[in-house]
């Protein structure tokens, strides 16, 4: 097993992060901007960061953003947490089925 190194030279769309820069939410744009940042440089794709900042610039213009964001992201842990759960007590389906033994 290897650990990945962060790109640290690797940087976001340039259209994306002027986006971010001039329509987000002021109250929220420094965190927003470094978060991405920091979560592209780990290894996201170009599609994931162009989608963050799309979200933020709609939630920003609609003027709940945050209550909104907090909702999604407990929700998208809570499905990570499940699917985690889910696979590590994923019963062995590999045995015979109704009790039986195989000889």
């Known amino acids: 097993m290897t650990d990945r190194a962060p790109m640290m030279d690797r940087d976001p769309p ?30 996201r794709t170009a599609l994931w960061y162009w989608r963050q900042v799309i979200v933020a610039l709609l939630l920003a213009r609609a003027g709940w953003g945050a ?20 696979t590590f007590t994923q019963a062995d389906t590999g045995g015979s089925a109704h009790g039986t033994y195989e000889h």
């Open 14 to 43: 340039k259209l994306a992060v002027f986006l971010l820069r001039n329509f987000s939410s002021p109250k929220y744009r420094a965190c927003f901007e470094g978060d991405l940042l920091e979560m592209y440089r780990e290894g």
């Open 67 to 86: 209550a909104v964001l907090r909702i999604v992201n407990a929700l998208l842990l809570a499905a990570v947490i499940a699917l985690g759960v889910g």
